[in-house]
């Protein structure tokens, strides 16, 4: 991967944005939500994919939950 193997993220004015280089073009893949470490876990942003290697950045708007995870969608 030309950008190497990361996630960043921040939450300023209740957004959440989440910035990575971990996606494998032509992989598919979802930002889940729980209110807990253990979930459970919900879909916030689903279907998420790059079309060639790349920074990508995702926002969620009034990210009020106790804790995010990306996944790949099977």
Not at 32 to 51: K, M, Y
């Amino acid at each position: 991967r030309p950008f190497g193997t990361g996630f960043r993220s921040s939450f300023a004015n209740g957004t959440l944005t989440i910035t990575t280089t971990a996606m494998v073009p032509g992989h598919h893949y979802a930002i889940e939500a729980a209110d807990a470490d253990a979930g459970p876990f919900t879909t916030v942003e689903g279907d998420l994919s790059i079309p060639k290697y790349q920074i990508a950045t995702f926002t969620i708007p009034n990210a009020d939950r106790a804790t995010y995870r990306f996944s790949e969608s099977l």
